[in-house]
């Protein structure tokens, strides 16, 4: 049987991993390698990076990023932030990544999955998908990290991205995001139902309670930055509460 | 006398992930190189065939470029050969992600679509189970597939998973390994398989 995942995220700017300071462990808590291979030995099922560089100068250091922890990875990695091309998903992966994430520029033209699809297959083309509520129900598209709502339902773009081939979707609670109260089981449970993708929670989660109400409510995956990166748990930690709480997971 | 260590040649199917592939060498300390040249593909020591995306791109491509006759001769000449996902796919007859389109032929069967109550595409860590001996060991695997061989062809030893029921994680014969998981992406389990498969082999064809 599949197992359910545990995807640490690292914030990668210019190079550098912008959240968490506090990594045990290591000499060197913000370079991206070190912290990479640091998950990897606690169990980590994959790894996502985020490029969150500002400018163009800085998404030339993404590449090189990638290079450096796919040397020492073993295990999947995904790559997102700024990907607006064929082009671009394809540095990445000649850098390294298994898949790419993509999000503002897929929302302005929905194409791109298809293209990356269709290019290198649809376990590359991962979609990124940050949703916020609506007061009347339901959710809808934000982009441009959450500045911009776009009117779209979050529910149907899931599956129009999928119908274009999308192989699978980070979908991100822009409500609970940073919050640290729980990941938006409603939208969890919606969104799974909807397609038959796997399914990656992100955005809120904040102690191993929260990962388990997530998988339950239909996510397959489970992404998390900083309960890991402050040292307080460690995947391991987390895969033991799972597993006593009767989720399969790797171990 | 100390024997050089061997060098891995991966064929370049221009539908493979292949920096990562090239990178799970590394990690093993083995020298790689690439090349789509068919002769070289037939003649080499290793070869690994990776593979991502569908079953007719890379069919298409491989009889573009001459590598399926390669392939086809290397495979029956008993030359140490590793397929890799989609790679293990192409070996088979047929598959349903491509109807119409002929395989390799190299492994009796035809590729089928995981049932639809199971997520699709399959995606992480399975529990593969070999009570056959051999390279495999039982561990978790990753796996990235929509597709899958259900059942072990007559003539070939098999490792099995579970999504949706049984189907095939990987098979072997000879000095043929093809896995339908990515081993380079199966963390120290994955790694172990790589080094064992080379370590068991003389690169030159025949038995080991």
């Given amino acids: 049987m599949i197992t359910a995942r545990i995807l640490p995220c690292l914030d990668v700017k210019d190079g550098r991993v912008v959240k968490g300071i506090k990594f045990q462990g290591l000499r060197d808590a913000g370079d991206p390698a070190e912290r990479a291979a640091a998950y990897e030995a606690q169990g980590a099922d994959e790894l996502v990076i985020l490029d969150v560089s500002a400018t163009t100068e800085g998404r030339k250091t993404a590449a090189e990023t990638v290079r450096r922890v796919r040397d020492v990875l073993s295990i999947p990695l995904t790559v997102g932030g700024g990907v607006r091309s064929v082009e671009d998903a394809g540095r990445l992966l000649d850098a390294g990544a298994d898949k790419v994430a993509v999000n503002t520029a897929a929302v302005r033209d929905p194409s791109l999955i298809s293209a990356i699809a269709q290019r290198f297959g649809r376990q590359c083309a991962i979609l990124a998908l940050d949703a916020a509520a609506r007061p009347e129900g339901g959710w809808e598209v934000v982009v441009s990290s959450g500045r911009e709502r776009t009117g779209l339902d979050a529910i149907a773009w899931a599956r129009e991205a999928v119908s274009r081939g999308a192989g699978e979707i980070v979908l991100t609670s822009w409500d609970r995001d940073g919050t640290r109260q729980g990941y938006d089981l409603p939208l969890l449970t919606a969104a799974s139902a909807a397609v038959p993708v796997p399914i990656v929670a992100s955005g809120g989660a904040d102690s191993a309670q929260h990962l388990l109400e997530g998988l339950r409510a239909g996510a397959d995956a489970v992404l998390a930055a900083s309960i890991f990166h402050y040292g307080e748990t460690t995947v391991g930690d987390v895969k033991a509460f799972l597993a006593a709480n009767g989720i399969e997971v790797r171990r | ?208």
């Fill in chain 2, 1 to 208: 006398m100390t024997k050089a260590s061997p060098e891995i040649t991966v064929v370049v199917t221009g539908v493979a992930n292949l920096a990562s592939v090239l990178a799970g060498w590394k990690r093993l300390g083995l020298a790689t190189r690439v090349t789509e040249d068919p002769e070289d593909v037939e003649r080499a020591d290793f070869v690994e065939l990776p593979g991502v995306g569908a079953f007719g791109a890379a069919m298409d491509r491989l009889r573009a470029t001459g590598l399926d006759q390669a392939l086809v001769r290397r495979v029956q000449s008993d030359r140490p050969t590793l397929a890799i996902c989609v790679g293990l796919q192409v070996l088979c007859d047929a598959s349903e992600e491509s109807p119409g389109v002929a395989g390799l032929g190299l492994v009796p069967g035809t590729v089928q679509r995981f049932p639809d109550h199971v997520r699709i595409p399959q995606f992480g860590w399975n529990q593969v189970q070999n009570p056959a001996g051999g390279p495999i060991v039982d561990g978790y695997a990753y796996f990235a597939n929509s597709y899958r061989l259900p059942l072990a062809p007559a003539g070939f030893a098999a490792a099995t998973s579970d999504h949706g029921g049984a189907f095939v994680a990987a098979i072997w014969r000879g000095n043929m390994l093809a896995c339908q998981f990515h081993p380079e992406l199966s963390g120290a389990w994955g790694l172990g398989l790589l080094d064992r498969w080379v370590r068991g082999r003389t690169g030159k064809g025949g038995s080991p």
